[in-house]
């Protein structure tokens, strides 16, 4: 490899885009420097991450520039580990005495430390034989800002223009990211990733003699070509405003509850925090000691599919090297397993289910009823878009929100609302659920359909 210096200044980041072999060589590179800096300072093992990205950005709102973002950047973090004592360090600055320097502190902060038993790289046996594949998420586009602030005021204009009643914007704003990636271990693993992210969204005001009201739209992919186009992502935040317009408070009392895709997505994540590592060894969750038992009906199935072309975050990998594989978190109704990095696991006296960094790609089986047919099964109920606050306690499962949405009467939404509370407990809400939807969210990490809940409490008039 050629002198780091010169290699640093010979790669322009721009370069990234048309040759992005080059620049993960010099990451690679830069990651294997540092290893055997680390191995001849006295580390028994070390492992990095080193990454590069390019991301623009821009906001508009009426009209206006409100913000224009261009951020290139390269960064790493190095962890030393000596006897089971750790020092973790991260540095932007890529300079050769920059990374020297980073090598010598990680050192000295591990000299400092406790050891612990459960820290270290995950097994070498566990590290992924077959790093290959790009899941079709590399598609690098080169952009003028020009271009995105066309297609932001495309956005905006639209939906201002659609009805007299939307009076404002709080902003339609595009994206354009790419990212490359380098993990590498002492065990002599080293693997790489290469993403690209083009997204958009708009937020609208709408106004009657009721009072204001907002709402959004929103598009992520990992092509451009692909990206909803502008006008109607604006079209969508208006219609969407309009209809909150007149909202008012639910009645109180018991309700079926029906979250849609977007508040749906809060409830997965609030299992996977409950069945992650860290919430298990601190023995801070509602899901304590439950692997293995019933925590939902037994039409539920939630699995991971990390190698899902085109997902949010395929790899063969996790972030500790170890190899991903399709596998069930749920099947059945049953908690299948825990969400573990091989320290949890360790500290848990498990093994690693290949999650360090978190689930990759996990996927809630959905129903054969559309949204509108379980509004309909519904009879009566509420409809919940959107959710505040964070009364959400983890530790014994107490559910309380504040939401918005629609009331639903005789199986038809009768108005919008606002201004409520649900509430109710997670390990109750779970298997309570009556109904899945057939309309999953594909833009995200975790993909769940609308979900249709019993027993809980609304707070309202």
Not at 7 to 16: D, F, H, K, R
Not at 136 to 147: K, L, S, T, V
Not at 340 to 367: C, D, H, I, Q
Request: proline share 3%.
């Amino acid at each position: 490899m050629k002198d780091l210096q010169q290699a640093l200044s010979e790669s322009g980041m721009q370069g990234m885009l048309d040759n992005p072999e080059r620049e993960i060589q010099l990451l690679t590179g830069i990651a294997e420097r540092m290893l055997d800096q680390a191995r001849a300072g006295g580390a028994d093992a070390a492992a990095i991450s080193v990454s590069s990205s390019l991301g623009r950005h821009v906001t508009v709102r009426l009209g206006d520039i409100d913000v224009l973002e261009d951020a290139r950047d390269r960064g790493l973090s190095l962890t030393v580990y000596c006897k089971r004592s750790s020092g973790t360090v991260s540095t932007a600055d890529m300079s050769p005495d920059a990374l020297d320097q980073a090598v010598e502190q990680a050192l000295a902060i591990a000299r400092h430390t406790q050891p612990d038993p459960a820290g270290g790289l995950a097994d070498a046996d566990q590290m992924a034989k077959d790093t290959s594949g790009d899941f079709d998420i590399w598609h690098p586009q080169r952009f003028e800002m020009a271009e995105l602030i066309a297609r932001a005021t495309e956005m905006e204009q639209a939906g201002l223009e659609f009805d007299q009643q939307v009076t404002n914007s709080e902003g339609a704003s595009v994206s354009a990211n790419a990212s490359l990636g380098v993990y590498a271990n002492t065990h002599g693993f080293n693997g790489h990733a290469q993403r690209t992210h083009y997204g958009q969204h708009c937020v609208l005001v709408a106004r009657d003699d009721s009072g204001m009201q907002r709402d959004w739209d929103w598009d992520d992919q990992r092509r451009w070509d692909l990206l909803t186009d502008p006008a109607t992502t604006g079209l969508g935040a208006a219609r969407k405003t309009l209809r909150r317009l007149g909202a008012r408070k639910a009645p109180t009392g018991p309700s079926l509850v029906l979250f849609n895709t977007d508040t749906a997505l809060g409830l997965i994540r609030h299992l996977v925090g409950a069945v992650s590592g860290g919430n298990l060894y601190r023995r801070s969750s509602f899901l304590l000691d439950k692997a293995g038992q019933s925590v939902f009906p037994d039409w539920v199935d939630i699995g991971e599919q990390p190698h899902r072309p085109a997902g949010q975050r395929s790899s063969r990998f996790d972030s500790e090297g170890v190899a991903t594989s399709d596998q069930p978190l749920v099947e059945g109704g049953v908690l299948s397993r825990y969400v573990l990095s091989s320290y949890s696991a360790r500290k848990l006296g498990l093994e690693t289910t290949a999650n360090a960094g978190g689930v990759r790609n996990l996927m809630f089986k959905p129903g054969d009823q559309s949204q509108d047919d379980l509004i309909r099964s519904m009879q009566r109920g509420l409809v919940v878009t959107e959710l505040m606050g964070q009364g959400v306690n983890l530790v014994t499962g107490d559910y309380s929100r504040g939401a918005s949405g629609y009331w639903v009467e005789n199986g038809e939404i009768a108005y919008p609302v606002e201004e409520i509370t649900i509430a109710g407990n997670l390990a109750d809400m779970f298997k309570q659920l009556q109904a899945a939807g057939s309309d999953v969210e594909s833009r995200r990490n975790i993909q769940v359909p609308s979900l249709l809940v019993d027993g809980m409490t609304i707070a309202g008039e």
